[in-house]
């Protein structure tokens, strides 16, 4: 399958991202990124492993980052009341 990027980014640049979760089960989200520096060539898993994105903020529900997982951002408990 041929590469289409979508969009690219320069390290340390804020990636903004929005999720829809469908059921709410707790637990968190990753977001990974991998750089592929040929138009033909598609990444691997194992690029996307080793370069998992850091967490920097939640616009929506003001989570803080897990500073001993930075590459987590948690989902909301079911507590807080949903935000649209």
């Given at each position: 399958?041929?590469?289409?990027?979508?969009?690219?980014?320069?390290?340390?640049?804020?990636?903004?991202?929005?999720?829809?979760?469908?059921?709410?089960?707790?637990?968190?989200?990753?977001?990974?990124?991998?750089?592929?520096?040929?138009?033909?060539?598609?990444?691997?898993?194992?690029?996307?492993?080793?370069?998992?994105?850091?967490?920097?903020?939640?616009?929506?529900?003001?989570?803080?980052?897990?500073?001993?997982?930075?590459?987590?951002?948690?989902?909301a408990p079911k507590?807080?009341?949903?935000?649209?």
């Amino acid at each position: 399958m041929p590469v289409n990027t979508q969009q690219t980014y320069a390290r340390g640049e804020i990636v903004e991202v929005e999720v829809t979760l469908t059921s709410h089960r707790g637990g968190h989200f990753e977001f990974k990124s991998c750089s592929v520096p040929g138009t033909t060539e598609s990444p691997t898993q194992e690029c996307f492993d080793d370069h998992p994105l850091a967490f920097v903020s939640d616009e929506l529900y003001s989570a803080n980052p897990d500073l001993d997982r930075p590459e987590r951002a948690y989902v909301a408990p079911k507590s807080i009341p949903i935000r649209v």
